[in-house]
């Protein structure tokens, strides 16, 4: 399978999706840490896709997406942003809908 269907399958796949920088267990960079400790919070189950274990993970996951950087966490298959848009629906509340739990 390429690179671009494999990403558009574990998007698909996977209801709630964390290309980051590192591991969910050992996040590589601040802003992917931010995205784990709050999804974390929700206690939400979700799949991590390391993007420093093949550099073209980057540069396919940006021309799928229209997202340049990384983190890119993905909702039921919809792109919801990176860890500022992130954080910025945690504060105000709505993260919780989106991730849709209860």
């Known amino acids: 399978m390429e690179l671009s269907e494999q990403i558009k399958a ?9 290309y980051m920088k590192g591991t969910k267990e050992i996040p590589m ?7 784990v400790q709050t999804l974390s919070h929700y206690g939400v189950e979700f799949k991590d896709i390391n993007i420093l274990e093949d550099p073209e993970i980057r540069i396919k996951l940006s ?9 890119q966490l993905f909702v039921k298959g ?6 500022d848009i992130v954080m910025e629906l945690h504060q105000k509340g709505e993260l919780l809908d989106i991730l849709d739990i209860s």
């Open 10 to 18: 574990d998007i698909s796949q996977n209801s709630i999706i964390l």
């Open 63 to 71: 021309e799928e997406s229209g997202w340049p950087t990384i983190p």
């Open 78 to 83: 919809k792109l919801i942003g990176g860890a």
């Open 29 to 35: 960079c601040g802003f992917s840490n931010q995205v």
